[in-house]
């Protein structure tokens, strides 16, 4: 049924803020379902978003077994060189920090339609080179650079998709169930992560035969590269959609207020220019050169107030997609954070994010700790029957944890709010850390699987979702993927820390001290939160277009003051 418009064209009164709110309000209607209920639309937009995020997991989680075949390949089973491991692991967060950055400042500069897709395009390639690496060529650890430099540049694309998948998604999502969209899309992770546990299943026993009856432990090298190269067909299935997905409409609604505004400021300023240089050339000439120079300058005015009115007018006129392309400035972003309210939410969006990838990081990319406590470590067994017991224990890990605590937040977010979600996770992530560090030797096998799968659950039913979130709703439209990409990139810095650090400091001090270490990052996670308002409901776009109007009526008086 189509629905009702309105035939009154918007009174020439309203404000800006005004006609912008009744363009907004065209798309943001209530369907008067619940939040998680999606139509054919949502759900084509997060097949084409989610897949990133699903990549994402893939191949950031994948490394861990792929280390593991990697030992065998190279060393003989012996272990990895330690800088080298953490080289490895550590490449594709190294990358995303790069991607994070550049893609969410291209998205807000070039438009989300001239960047989308790119970053895919690197996903591929990068996959592509990790898995030519050579190992029949070069030495063993020439080879792990080589897969380390490769995997660097697969992160820039993982990265990338991190400002990109969210600012499309949060630009088309209607405000009631943007969270729940948002946490759908980052849900694709536990599936991404799950899938690699499975695949790597699948492949090995593909591979027993050759492995285990014929001692053919060199085959571990065609493992792990049909491993990596597998995450291809998701990625090459979505890039097409993806490189031809249109702009949205807050998005354009975003960029013809911008140019509204600034050619309404811009006029303001011309006329009190020339006003200014008519009363200097008075005092300098004498009568008749005065009013001469009078009227050359009220036709000069009047020209460029014609030229201003051409500007204002060519807003409705001009095509949507010619308006998307005119470019935001470097300088807007800083002018808008230098004001402490809207510093803090970048401050609160990267400090909880850092902190929370510490941990999640410093977990999740070595869980060999984890598989050895609940006896799937692989530390004995044929070579074959110890890759598989680790990827055995990576789908009970994922299983247990990652994806259930995904889908309570996809049915709560609207209901509890971004704000209590991340608090009482990051707390309660805190209280299993603390038992797990607390009871570390102690803990029987049962106990431990038990309580890390809590710490898993209130990871992702918590900080890990909503850090995701955040930046993409508390933040306007102009400004959404750049702070969402600074954000995500302190976020990696995070990672990076862990992937490089942990082993070194848990053979120093010890695997407990690391998670009490975790802990206190839990804990000061749920403190930085406080610096973040509710998002649920919250326009971040509306509010900057009355603050927009605010400035400027303070800036009317302030000229009318003086006159």
């Known amino acids: 049924m189509v629905e009702q418009t309105n035939e009154l064209a918007p009174s020439k009164s309203l404000t800006a803020s005004a006609q912008y709110r009744e363009d907004l309000e065209n798309f943001e209607r209530h369907d008067g379902r619940a939040p998680y209920h999606l139509n054919f639309t949502e759900v084509k937009l997060l097949g084409i978003t989610g897949v990133g995020f699903?990549?994402?997991?893939?191949?950031?989680?994948?490394?861990?077994?792929?280390?593991?075949?990697?030992?065998?390949?190279?060393?003989?089973?012996?272990?990895?060189?330690?800088?080298?491991?953490?080289?490895?692991?550590?490449?594709?967060?190294?990358?995303?920090?790069?991607?994070?950055?550049?893609?969410?400042?291209?998205?807000?500069?070039?438009?989300?339609k001239a960047v989308?897709?790119?970053?895919?395009?690197?996903?591929?390639?990068?996959?592509?080179?990790?898995i030519t690496t050579p190992t029949g060529t070069l030495s063993?650890?020439?080879?792990?650079?080589?897969?380390?430099?490769?995997?660097?540049?697969?992160?820039?694309?993982?990265?990338?998709?991190?400002?990109?998948?969210?600012?499309?998604?949060?630009?088309?999502?209607?405000?009631?169930?943007?969270?729940?969209?948002?946490?759908?899309?980052?849900?694709?992770?536990?599936?991404?992560?799950?899938?690699?546990?499975?695949?790597?299943?699948?492949?090995?026993?593909?591979?027993?035969?050759?492995?285990?009856?014929?001692?053919?432990?060199?085959?571990?090298?065609?493992?792990?590269?049909?491993?990596?190269?597998?995450?291809?067909v998701p990625a090459f299935g979505t890039l097409y959609q993806r490189l031809?997905?249109?702009?949205?409409?807050?998005?354009?609604?975003?960029?013809?207020?911008?140019?509204?505004?600034?050619?309404?400021?811009?006029?303001?300023?011309?006329?009190?220019?020339?006003?200014?240089?008519?009363?200097e050339e008075i005092k300098m000439t004498n009568v008749s050169e005065a009013k001469q120079d009078s009227s050359v300058s009220a036709g000069s005015r009047k020209s460029l107030e014609n030229s201003s009115g051409e500007n204002e007018k060519g807003d409705d006129v001009e095509e949507p997609e010619v308006l998307a392309k005119k470019?935001?400035?470097?300088?807007?972003?800083?002018?808008?954070f230098s004001e402490w309210r809207h510093?803090?939410?970048?401050?609160?969006?990267?400090?909880?994010?850092?902190?929370?990838?510490?941990?999640?990081?410093?977990?999740?990319?070595?869980?060999?700790?984890?598989?050895?406590?609940?006896?799937?470590?692989?530390?004995?067994?044929?070579p074959w029957n110890r890759l598989f017991k680790i990827s055995t224990g990576g789908i009970i890990i994922t299983a247990l944890g990652f994806v259930p605590g995904y889908y309570v937040s996809v049915l709560t977010i609207e209901l509890l709010g971004r704000k209590w979600i991340q608090v009482q996770g990051f707390l309660l992530a805190a209280l299993f850390l603390g038992i797990l560090a607390g009871c570390f030797e102690t803990l029987s096998k049962v106990s431990f699987i038990v309580c890390f799968a809590f710490l898993q659950f209130f990871f992702n039913f918590g900080a890990n979702t909503t850090t995701y979130c955040y930046p993409a709703e508390v933040f306007p439209t102009r400004f959404k993927a750049t702070a969402h990409g600074i954000s995500a990139a302190?976020?990696?810095?995070?990672?990076?820390?862990?992937?490089?650090?942990?082993?070194?400091?848990?053979?120093?001090?010890?695997?407990?001290?690391?998670?009490?270490?975790?802990?206190?990052?839990?804990?000061?996670?749920?403190?930085?939160?406080?610096?973040?308002?509710?998002?649920?409901?919250?326009?971040?776009?509306?509010?900057?277009?009355?603050?927009?109007?605010?400035?400027?009526?303070?800036?009317?008086?302030?000229?009318?003051?003086?006159n």
């Not at 970053?119 to 990790?130: D, K």
């Not at 031809?244 to 911008?258: G, V």
């Not at 470019?327 to 808008?336: C, D, L, N």
């Not at 810095?493 to 975790?518: D, R, V």
Request: net charge neutral.
């Open 54 to 112: 699903f990549l994402d997991a893939y191949d950031l989680f994948i490394i861990n077994p792929v280390a593991t075949m990697l030992q065998y390949r190279l060393y003989g089973g012996g272990h990895l060189p330690t800088n080298l491991e953490g080289f490895v692991k550590a490449g594709a967060n190294i990358g995303s920090v790069i991607g994070q950055f550049a893609f969410g400042y291209a998205a807000d500069s070039l438009g989300r």
């Open 116 to 130: 989308y897709g790119k970053e895919l395009m690197l996903i591929i390639l990068a996959t592509i080179l990790t």
């Open 140 to 232: 063993p650890d020439a080879s792990l650079i080589y897969l380390g430099m490769f995997r660097i540049l697969l992160g820039v694309g993982v990265g990338g998709d991190y400002p990109m998948s969210a600012s499309v998604t949060s630009d088309r999502a209607n405000i009631r169930k943007r969270g729940t969209m948002l946490a759908y899309i980052f849900a694709n992770q536990g599936w991404g992560s799950f899938a690699g546990s499975l695949v790597t299943i699948i492949v090995l026993l593909c591979y027993k035969s050759a492995m285990e009856v014929h001692g053919e432990t060199s085959k571990v090298d065609g493992v792990w590269r049909i491993i990596i190269g597998i995450s291809l």
């Open 244 to 279: 031809t997905l249109p702009e949205s409409t807050r998005y354009l609604s975003a960029q013809k207020h911008r140019q509204r505004m600034e050619a309404e400021e811009a006029a303001n300023e011309i006329d009190q220019l020339k006003k200014a240089q008519a009363a």
């Open 327 to 336: 470019s935001a400035h470097f300088r807007e972003f800083i002018e808008y």
């Open 343 to 382: 510093a803090k939410l970048l401050i609160g969006t990267c400090t909880c994010w850092f902190l929370l990838d510490i941990a999640f990081y410093g977990i999740n990319l070595n869980q060999n700790v984890v598989l050895q406590q609940i006896g799937f470590d692989g530390s004995s067994g044929t």
């Open 490 to 562: 302190a976020g990696k810095c995070g990672a990076i820390i862990s992937a490089l650090a942990f082993n070194t400091l848990s053979k120093k001090i010890g695997t407990p001290a690391c998670l009490w270490i975790f802990m206190g990052c839990c804990i000061a996670g749920a403190v930085f939160t406080f610096l973040l308002p509710e998002v649920k409901g919250r326009d971040a776009d509306l509010i900057l277009a009355e603050e927009i109007r605010v400035r400027r009526e303070e800036k009317e008086r302030a000229k009318q003051a003086t």
